[in-house]
């Protein structure tokens, strides 16, 4: 049997769920390719052979100011990483998500003709800032999208794309009695799941309006308990530092998002990811988001949708609750937690949804990347 051609691969995921993407494109490059694998990712990546270049939580920077106030190591860094692309003569960069980041990492690249520039998860460009299409067209040769409606929208544009699909569209409904058991959680007790955020930056915004929420519903409706996923230790320590004089019923644990969703009647989600995870597991998601003025008065004039949540936008409807910026406080997320509790006829959409979710896979992207 012929050994396998080498493939050296320039990466960079920023968040967990870019990491967690970025395994699965490189699981299914492995089948055809030795992968040699340079630059930065998260837990995921390492287990697929990959030496962090630095911590990837220094890429979990969100919104328009934080950013720039960040700018001149976040520079160093992206520096830093094009010099390291380059002296490894990589075949190809897959910068996956954090398309700020990446976008300079690919342009570097393709002005120097070092490799061939693919992104998994497209940039927002149907949303907001649509003039960055110019720079994609330019710079990346191919973008693997998580939803039908983006990959539509490179289509109709003449750039090359394919619907990866997401990964929640094979995520599992966990066993009830299960999830109860390992948390030793009681089973006469009704749960809502609290998901802050991934970041420390939207934690420290977003969790200490969903404690006041906990407070007003824990005083009305003293049957509940309340969930709180947490992506890292790192980030269960913070939110247990926001709890620790609370004798609220409150539960915070380590990657159990799916756990905790599949037990809940509904969730109360800062706006990104998770709010489609929670949709997908059924557990009703009441969509938050709320940034500094500045932020969202920026943001919200370059918005070109009408909805921000991602079920939402799937369904082309606002489907699913969503409280921003002045809305987004314990009050108004407290009504809508009754009216989901007093309303059985809201019924979810997770099926449909996990419909609309279900791409090519890594396999036929993988496929593609190799054709390039």
């Known amino acids: 049997m012929p050994s396998k051609p080498t493939l050296r691969v320039g990466v960079v995921a920023g968040e967990y769920s870019g990491d967690r993407l970025g395994s699965g494109v490189i699981e299914a490059l492995k089948i055809n390719y030795n992968i040699q694998l340079f630059g930065v990712g998260g837990p995921e990546m390492t287990n697929q052979g990959l030496n962090s270049e630095f911590d990837f939580k220094k890429l979990h920077i969100m919104g328009l100011i934080e950013p720039l106030l960040n700018i001149r190591e976040l520079t160093k860094l992206r520096k830093n990483l094009i010099k390291k692309f380059v002296h490894e003569d990589i075949d190809c960069f897959i910068g996956i998500d954090s398309p700020d980041f990446n976008m300079g990492?690919?342009?570097?690249?393709?002005?120097?003709?070092?490799?061939?520039?693919?992104?998994?998860?497209?940039?927002?460009?149907w949303g907001w800032r649509q003039g960055r299409i110019k720079s994609i067209e330019k710079y990346i040769d191919f973008t693997a999208c998580l939803f039908n409606f983006e990959d539509k929208f490179y289509k109709e544009r003449g750039l090359n794309s394919i619907h990866l699909g997401h990964p929640f569209s094979e995520?599992?409904?966990?066993?009830?009695?299960?999830?109860?058991?390992?948390?030793?959680?009681?089973?006469?007790?009704?749960?809502?799941?609290?998901?802050?955020g991934s970041r420390e930056s939207e934690i420290k915004k977003m969790l200490?309006?969903?404690?006041?929420?906990?407070?007003?519903?824990?005083?009305?409706?003293?049957?509940f308990t309340y969930l709180i996923p947490a992506a890292d230790k790192d980030l269960k320590n913070l939110i247990d530092s926001y709890l620790h004089e609370s004798n609220l019923p409150i539960v915070v644990e380590c990657n159990c998002s799916r756990e905790f969703l599949s037990i809940s009647e509904y969730s109360v989600v800062t706006s990104g990811t998770a709010s489609l995870e929670a949709a997908v597991l059924g557990a009703n998601p009441i969509i938050c988001y709320k940034t500094s003025a500045l932020n969202f008065s920026i943001i919200s004039r370059m918005l070109k949708v009408k909805h921000i949540g991602l079920p939402n936008l799937l369904l082309n409807n606002r489907r699913y609750p969503e409280l921003?910026?002045?809305?987004?406080?314990?009050?108004?997320?407290?009504?809508?937690?009754?009216?989901?509790?007093?309303?059985?006829?809201?019924?979810?959409?997770?099926n449909y949804i996990r419909k609309l979710l279900m791409g090519e896979g890594y396999l036929e992207t993988a496929d593609r990347i190799a054709l390039l």
Do not use: G, W
Request: glycine letters at 0%; proline letters at 4%.
């Open 171 to 196: 995520i599992m409904h966990a066993d009830i009695t299960d999830v109860k058991s390992k948390f030793n959680l009681k089973n006469d007790m009704r749960f809502i799941s609290i998901l802050p």
């Open 324 to 350: 921003l910026q002045n809305e987004c406080t314990a009050e108004t997320i407290y009504l809508e937690a009754k009216s989901l509790e007093n309303d059985p006829s809201k019924k979810d959409d997770k």
């Open 105 to 125: 990492i690919h342009k570097a690249l393709k002005n120097k003709k070092i490799s061939k520039n693919i992104q998994i998860v497209s940039p927002s460009v």
């Open 208 to 223: 200490p309006i969903y404690i006041d929420f906990i407070k007003k519903h824990n005083q009305e409706s003293n049957n």
